[in-house]
């Protein structure tokens, strides 16, 4: 396994327009997460799934976004109505969870510039 | 609620010279603790971590890192750095209580800039 793949590494979009990402963890990994970072920041969680089942959201996922994990494999986030605000590398991150002991490994990330 | 804190946001470092990127965090619970490389335009990479167990921690391409309790600390080390470790560096920390997700809070980062 080559590990986490994001795509598309970049996107550039109109203010207003509808955009998603995709992301494919590694194949044995039961959690998913989705995370944004921006310009000089680490990043920040937005949200989380166990399998197919969404656990957690952040107060960050506004309702404009949404993400789904059909059949617990690849995930995707979609983003509503973009705004210029939006514009930072989206990130996403797979682990096993076994026992007390957990470790995400990272994909390259989607960078969305929103004009 | 946890947090991180990294105390420079930039270490400038001569090629072969030792550096340490400092790191502090809060939290009410025991504690994970990470670091992170991230290389321009690429995600982050996992370069170490603390569960338990000895407080001296090894990881990749020869960083290291102590955490310590009582200062709550957990400063990133390297005894001769190269040209390629010039990269944005990110301390993060999780609830090590167990029994739930364990999602990291990322500090700021520190860029680190080594010159020949």
């Known amino acids: 396994d080559t590990g986490v793949s994001q795509d598309p590494r970049h996107k550039i979009t109109k203010r207003g327009q509808n955009v998603t990402f995709r992301c494919d963890p590694i194949?044995?990994?039961?959690?998913l997460y989705w995370y944004r970072q921006t310009l000089g920041q680490g990043p920040e969680f937005l949200t989380y799934?166990?399998?197919?089942?969404?656990?957690?959201k952040s107060r960050l996922l506004s309702d404009r976004f949404s993400a789904e994990r059909p059949k617990g494999s690849f995930s995707t986030l979609e983003i509503q109505r973009t705004e210029q605000g939006d514009s930072a590398m989206y990130l996403c991150?797979?682990?096993?969870?076994?026992?007390?002991?957990?470790?995400?490994?990272f994909g390259p990330g989607t960078r969305l510039l929103v004009l | 609620a946890q947090s991180v804190t990294q105390l420079d946001s930039q270490v400038p470092v001569f090629e072969e010279a030792p550096v340490e990127l400092r790191c502090n965090y809060s939290?009410?619970?025991?504690?994970?603790l990470f670091w992170y490389v991230q290389y321009p335009n690429q995600g982050l990479q996992l370069l170490l971590k603390?569960?338990?167990?000895?407080?001296l921690v090894k990881g990749i391409n020869g960083f290291e890192a102590e955490f310590n309790k009582s200062q709550t600390s957990f400063h990133l080390r390297k005894p001769s750095v190269h040209i390629s470790d010039t990269a944005e560096y990110f301390c993060?920390?999780?609830?090590?209580?167990?029994?739930?997700?364990?999602?990291?809070?990322f500090g700021r980062g520190t860029s680190l800039i080594v010159h020949p």
């Open positions: 939290s009410s619970v025991s504690v994970y």
């Open positions: 993060a920390v999780s609830d090590g209580a167990g029994g739930g997700s364990y999602i990291p809070t």
């Open positions: 603390y569960l338990s167990g000895s407080t």
């Open positions: 799934f166990q399998n197919e089942a969404q656990l957690e």
């Open positions: 194949s044995e990994h039961n959690r």
């Open positions: 991150a797979s682990s096993f969870e076994w026992g007390t002991e957990e470790t995400q490994y």
